[in-house]
């Protein structure tokens, strides 16, 4: 499953019967969202090595290097989905009954509830903070 991947740039799509060729499976196949998957994180992965910090996500089979501003909506959602799934993790976990649970398991337990407690609440910024947006100057080689 070897990409060129010189070749993309900034919005280009990998439609869905290229990355059938590539991955060597249907598109109906129960594998297939986990190989496509598997084939964007590989792509966006060799894009970081060769010097390209682009986002790469599946949209419906096919693979997509996604513009700034799609990355920028993209990125946003993500990371967003992901601080729902630790707050309701945290909730769930601070439901567990500890009174069946062996000492060192409880002060495991409740080590991860206080450092999941801690980052959840460093995530909540009181006011709106100023970032720079950073722009890259790449020297010429020659």
Known sequence: ??????????????????????????SDSRDYPFMVMTLAKSIETELWRIGKQWTVC?????????????????????????????RLAHRRAMAIDVGGLTDELRSRHCDNLTKQGRMISAMRVRGP??????????PSRG
């Open 1 to 26: 499953m070897q990409v060129d991947v010189t070749d993309l740039t900034l919005g280009d799509t990998i439609d869905v019967a290229e990355c059938e060729k590539l991955l060597e499976c249907k």
């Open 129 to 138: 903070m100023k970032l720079d947006a950073v722009v890259k100057v790449t």
């Open 58 to 86: 599946t949209v419906g089979g096919s693979v997509r290097v996604l513009t700034h501003a799609e990355a920028i909506a993209y990125n946003e959602s993500t990371f967003d989905a992901g601080k729902r799934k630790m």
